[in-house]
């Protein structure tokens, strides 16, 4: 055996500059000796003492004893790593990494599943990868039928539809079945059939049940017996493992059980459904995954795939995991959600008041700003708490910077008030759609003497300070009348008593009505400027002095914005 794994412990260990992967070692000694996998374990343990041996060579030793034991495996191994932004992944080379997110379709993706997916996605352009979204719908309890297409085209949305290949586990059943069978078949998989309060019993004191020493036959024969004759809940198929493990989740983990509640994609014509680990450890392995990343949470999981792998003779992903993030404040229940939508409490999964994908895209969020949030944090495995307050304050920031430039400048008043300005002279007033941007054009409003200024902007004009009117003139107010006292904005700017600056609009019949849904789904209405009738719907614009805000309903009486930020 050790003369099996020698010349792959070389191979490995210097294609990673002197320290080896076991798991990867395991891989190509049972692919290129696949007699091998009667006894995984014991494999295992000599590939580790071949390893710690080899270890204290120098890479040209190690290379010289490769030379001599094995010519063909001397091709030199180019491993590029790229750098950054995140930190590297372990045994990871450029163009060879495959990733994957994994929910469940129970609904849309929220701001939780935005991290994951934001990571998973950005190691994959890191390495030039490739990332798999894969729906695991095994359990057809908890599924919701339009969460099929919501959560593929929030992920297309959310990594710039780089999604190199979408499955769904519903399809894989046969795969799943064979896999099982096999495991069966090798006895290292069983049909039990005790029921379930007596086997926990047992499980806990770490004993053995009467199911798990019968013939192997008798096992194929209950296997087959799973699509047919046994009820729901009378048979389990459960993967062999330490009886007496110190923790009691890993003792003879079940893989397969019956479930006859109908599926939303195959009906009634299927009983037998995988464990959410048997189906990932078939998948991960079918589909080529390199790395799994996900939360700590699924420690315990990940376990019990490796072992479902090394029984099955697989080459067992690298597991990395981060810590949990506690969002304070937020309601990230699917099934909580989904009830108060059923009870008209919010109008869909795309209403302003909920932090899922589809009312954050047409909010007018950007996918670059929550993977610019999941590269921030990175891959760590340190629990964070993060309140309403810090999580927007920095997604808003994040979410600016790339909106910014693409936003083109209106006024928008809310509740307008009319007023006239004593002095004014009426004139046409030019102002950019963007200042940094100077060749997109310009707004005209045509002053006079009476204008718009919103209701709270009137009652905060102090009495005797100067207030400058945007590119038009500056303003006092005396005995309750607006008295012009000058344009230059210079001399707004260097006067000593200076005010406020406000936007406004004249007082004309080609004003836009505008209403701006807020965050908790009230309305504030108002007046905008004419050229607004020119912004298209899904347009994201800034209304000065105001926030960022998208277009959502356009028509001939009124433009209907959402909220964004400011």
């Known amino acids: 055996m050790k003369d099996r794994i020698l010349p792959h412990a070389l191979h490995n260990a210097i294609a990673f500059q002197g320290k080896g992967n076991s798991k990867v070692v395991l891989g190509a000694v049972l692919k290129e000796h696949p007699d091998l996998k009667r006894d995984v374990p014991a494999l295992m343990k000599e590939i580790d003492a071949v390893l710690k041996e080899i270890s204290s060579h120098t890479i040209e030793q190690m290379q010289q004893k490769l030379d001599h034991l094995r010519p063909d495996l001397t091709k030199p191994i180019t491993c590029e790593i790229p750098q950054g932004p995140l930190k590297p992944l372990p045994n990871a080379c450029k163009g060879e990494v495959i ?79 064979d896999h099982a069978e096999k495991l069966v078949t090798q006895n290292n998989a069983y049909v039990c059939t005790c029921a379930a309060e007596i086997w926990r019993e047992m499980k806990n004191k770490g004993i053995a049940c009467p199911c798990r020493e019968l013939p192997t036959k008798e096992h194929q024969i209950r296997y087959a017996k799973l699509f047919g004759e046994y009820a729901e809940g009378e048979a389990v198929v459960r993967l062999k493992t330490d009886i007496k493990h110190k923790n009691p989740a890993m003792r003879d983990v079940p893989i397969m059980r019956i479930v006859e509640h109908i599926h939303p994609k ?25 790395h799994v990343l996900n939360g700590k949470d699924h420690t315990d999981n990940g376990e019990k795939e490796r072992l479902i792998m090394q029984h099955l003779g697989w080459k067992v992903p690298e597991y990395k995991h981060w810590g949990m993030i506690n969002f304070e404040g937020f309601t990230l229940s699917t099934t909580q959600t989904r009830q108060a939508i059923e009870q008209g409490k919010y109008n869909g999964w795309d209403d302003i008041r909920i932090p899922f994908l589809p009312a954050l895209r047409r909010r007018g969020y950007q996918p670059g700003a929550f993977r610019r949030f999941a590269v921030e944090i990175g891959l760590s495995l340190n629990d964070k708490t993060v309140t309403m307050e810090e999580f927007w304050k920095m997604i808003n920031s994040f979410n600016r910077d790339i909106i910014e430039p693409n936003a083109n400048r ?98 004309s019949n080609d004003l836009i009505n505008v209403e701006v849904l807020l965050e908790d789904g009230s309305f504030i209405k108002g007046l905008g400027e004419p050229a607004l009738k020119n912004v298209a719907a899904r347009d994201i614009v800034q209304f000065e002095r105001f926030a960022f805000c998208t277009l959502d309903a356009k028509s001939p009486a009124t433009l209907v914005f959402w909220y964004l930020h400011k």
């Open 266 to 290: 195959t009906g009634k014509s299927q009983r037998v459904w995988p464990l959410m680990i048997f189906s990932v450890a078939v998948d991960d392995h079918e589909l080529g995954v390199t």
């Open 99 to 177: 990733v994957r997110i994994a929910p469940s379709p129970s609904g849309p993706l929220h701001i939780g599943h935005a991290y994951g997916t934001s990571l998973n996605y950005e190691y994959a352009k890191m390495y030039n990868g490739k990332l798999i979204l894969r729906l695991e719908d095994t359990n057809a309890e908890n599924i919701y039928p339009q969460a099929y297409e919501l959560i593929e085209r929030d992920a297309r949305w959310m990594t710039d539809n780089g999604i190199n290949s979408v499955i769904i586990q519903s399809s894989r059943l046969g795969i799943y079945y």
């Open 410 to 507: 209106y006024f928008f008043v809310e509740d307008p008030v009319q007023i006239e300005l004593h002095g004014a002279t009426p004139k046409t007033v030019h102002m950019a759609l963007h200042d940094s941007f100077l060749h997109r054009g310009t707004r005209t409003l045509h002053a006079t003497l009476h204008v718009y200024l919103g209701k709270k902007d009137l009652e905060r004009l102090e009495p005797g300070k100067i207030h400058r009117l945007i590119d038009f003139c500056n303003i006092v107010v005396e005995n309750g009348k607006y008295q012009v006292v000058s344009e230059k904005y210079d001399e707004y700017k260097n006067a000593v008593n200076r005010g406020l600056i406000l936007h406004w609009l004249p007082v």
